[in-house]
């Protein structure tokens, strides 16, 4: 028999974390730069007036800034710094007369969408004698910031717990509860302390949000020069940025939640709790509260159906308070009566029944949404090795597998109908478990304790930047030098180079294969569109001859890396266009990094899983009740015969 206790099971999840954490590579922050005009490294004939910096979230115009450097790493004064009312993704740099030289621009910004800083430096060359290696910019990496992973535990444990809790008031020790005459009072007893962790959580997490703010307040007059107000910076963080919004709605949502709870609490008191229009907006307000913490998590950052991917987040939370919150809850209500009493079956029956049936609907949601947000998340399954964040979530996903397999064992203990076969199977007499029930409170805490790491695990991952992006999705075999494709009787060959993102040379070779040839051609034209993120609507450029049947185009089409559909148009006179379609990956930054395991997208495939989950959750829900029915009444069928048996042998 496995001696399992709280000590090991404490020991085992630390492990966990520490494989995920321990020797991390440095994480950059979640407003990442995604191009620049000039590009990166660039060398320029003419110096440009104005820098054009691209990034992948709304950016603050209050809080973000930009510093210019020579190759001497002396400060150039920057004419004026904007971020474009049009495009809050975009920062303009307006420069000063340059002379001939390297220069470098360091950047720091913050994500209008989490609230996190993000920092870094484009190098470019005016001038035709240029030297990039004489620039060496300060690093924008920064370590896995461990102090914000632990103020997010506590704001993740305490709105979970808070939400959870509730539901486990109304949902399972509600005055609607199943439970015996002979516990009814002892569910009362439960109720009450339910609600005051609920009023206890509501109040961490009101100062846990106190403390976001300080944590807050306190980077960005790191990023400002010294003397600055604080109070000044308070108030304009809370009253002109987006963080700011969300984090007083949510401040303002928990006092009213705490509100509610204390009447509710009250009213328990006297006895007269009941499921009321109060219970019905303290429910939407928690849903509210959970809403708003994922409007300011990752999936508001998106750019494709973000409304889908904050709804689904929404849900995680919600599976995850009810399982994690709820089992906490009800351990706090329940276990201090269990210890007491001899009768500790009944009311671990009458108290766990009623949540299994709430667990597994929380656990099959959970897996569903999760799996819908790894895709979202996380580009590939490169991505999810080799990125901090992916490893962080591989090891959240092993914490909340083992805290399942407690969960199950649990489940036989309070149903020994569900083992019932496989103690057929292994001769064991009617009633047998693998662990005897009187464990069951030691599971219970070992469940938990696994569940709060998870949180933790939560915690690191939203303070860490996303495993998406282009140099996740394209390996250097991907990128192409020339493409070619027959339409009709034209051979149509594109070819752009640089090919990275930005500014790009674009030659087409447009030659028919009939001689003579059936008409001129006229124009070329080539049409792009990238195939990722909505852009908006495809740009298109005509390409001039420059000696026959080659053409040549210049600009900027290509403005992000990754992968691009490109229409080839050759137009000719009193013939039909003859139109090629490409498909084209554009290089992302630097050097492309090589195929561990895959680099194909993991989104389409999570995505049709969770779907598949989803529409099977009911129907899982209503097999897993049968079968449980079923096996039920066989067991305590074959119990009592059993019994029966030993009475007559023994009269």
């Known amino acids: 028999m496995i001696k ?39 060398s320029l004939t003419d110096p440009p007036q104005e820098v054009r910096l691209w990034f992948n979230e709304s950016i603050s115009a209050r809080f973000s800034s930009a510093q210019l450097l020579d190759v001497n790493a002396q400060p150039v004064e920057i004419t004026h710094i904007q971020v474009d009312p049009t495009d809050p993704t975009l920062m303009i740099l307006t420069l000063p007369r340059l002379s001939p030289g390297m220069y470098s621009i360091r950047w720091k910004v913050l994500s209008e969408t989490d609230g996190h800083f993000t920092q870094g430096f484009v190098v470019f060359g005016v001038g035709a004698d240029t030297d990039f290696s004489k620039v060496t910019p300060p690093r924008a990496e920064v370590a896995l910031p461990w102090a914000e992973a632990l103020i997010r535990w506590f704001n993740f444990g305490g709105l979970l717990a808070l939400v959870g809790s509730v539901g486990v008031a109304y949902l399972v020790l509600g005055p609607g509860s199943s439970a015996a005459a002979a516990i009814a009072n002892l569910h009362q007893s439960a109720r009450q302390r339910v609600l005051v ?58 006092l009213a939640v705490l509100w509610l709870l204390h009447r509710q609490h009250r009213a328990l008191a006297a006895g007269t709790l009941r499921f009321s229009p109060f219970a019905l907006l303290l429910s939407l307000l928690l849903l509210a509260l959970l809403a708003i913490q994922a409007f300011s998590g990752h999936a508001a950052a998106l750019a494709r159906h973000a409304t889908l991917a904050v709804l689904t987040d929404v849900l995680h939370l919600l599976a995850a308070s009810l399982w994690v919150g709820g089992l906490l809850a009800l351990a706090v209500g329940l276990l201090p009566l269990i210890l007491r009493r001899d009768d500790s079956v009944l009311l671990i029956r009458a108290g766990w029944g009623p949540f299994s049936r709430l667990a597994v609907l929380s656990v099959g949601l959970l897996l569903a949404t999760g799996l819908y ?29 083992l805290a399942g397999l407690f969960g199950l064992i649990n489940s036989m203990l309070l149903h020994p109908g ?18 005897p029930v009187t464990r069951f409170p030691a599971l219970v805490l070992a469940e938990i304790t696994v569940g709060l790491a998870a949180i933790f695990a939560t915690g690191l991952i939203t303070a860490s930047p996303q495993a998406r992006g282009p140099e996740y999705e394209v390996s250097p075999a991907e990128i192409p030098v020339i493409a070619n494709q027959s339409v009709d009787d034209m051979l149509i060959t594109f070819a752009a180079k640089p090919n990275r993102p930005g500014q790009n040379v674009f030659a087409v070779r447009a030659v028919s294969t009939r001689r003579p040839p059936p008409a001129d051609v006229l124009r070329v034209i080539l049409r792009f569109t990238f195939a990722g993120d909505d852009l908006g609507s495809t740009t298109a450029v005509d390409a001039i001859e420059i000696e026959p049947g080659l053409y040549q185009a210049g600009g900027r089409q290509l403005s992000l890396a990754g992968s691009w559909q490109v229409q080839v148009a050759v137009r000719r006179r009193g013939v039909e266009d003859s139109v090629a379609h490409f498909n084209w990956v554009v290089a992302p930054p630097g050097a492309a990094r090589p195929v561990v395991i895959s680099n194909r997208a993991l989104e389409p495939v999570l995505t049709i899983l969770a779907a598949s989950l989803l529409l099977l959750l009911p129907l899982g829900s209503a097999g897993v009740w049968l079968f449980r029915r079923r096996v039920s009444d066989e067991f305590y069928g074959q119990e009592a015969a059993h019994s029966a048996g030993v009475e007559r042998y023994a009269n």
Request: charged residues 10%.
């Open 373 to 401: 947000n790894t895709g979202r998340q996380v580009a590939s399954i490169d991505a999810l090795i080799t990125n901090i964040y992916g490893q962080i979530l591989l090891g959240k996903m092993g914490l909340m597998l």
């Open 418 to 435: 569900l083992i019932a076969p496989l103690a057929r199977w292994l001769r064991r007499p009617p009633g047998w478990t693998p662990l």
């Open 4 to 42: 399992l206790t709280l000590k090991k099971v404490c020991l085992l999840a630390l492990f966990v974390l520490l494989i995920t954490g321990i020797n991390a590579p440095p994480a950059m922050a979640h407003a990442s730069l995604i191009r620049s005009e000039p590009a990166d490294s660039a």
């Open 197 to 254: 962790l609920a009023l206890g959580c509501g109040g961490l997490a009101l100062l846990v949000g106190f403390g976001l703010l300080l944590w807050q307040i306190g980077s960005l007059l790191e990023t400002l020069p010294t003397g600055v107000s604080t109070w000044a910076v308070s108030w304009q963080l809370l009253s002109q940025t987006r963080w700011g919004f969300l984090w007083l709605a949510r401040q303002g949502v928990l």
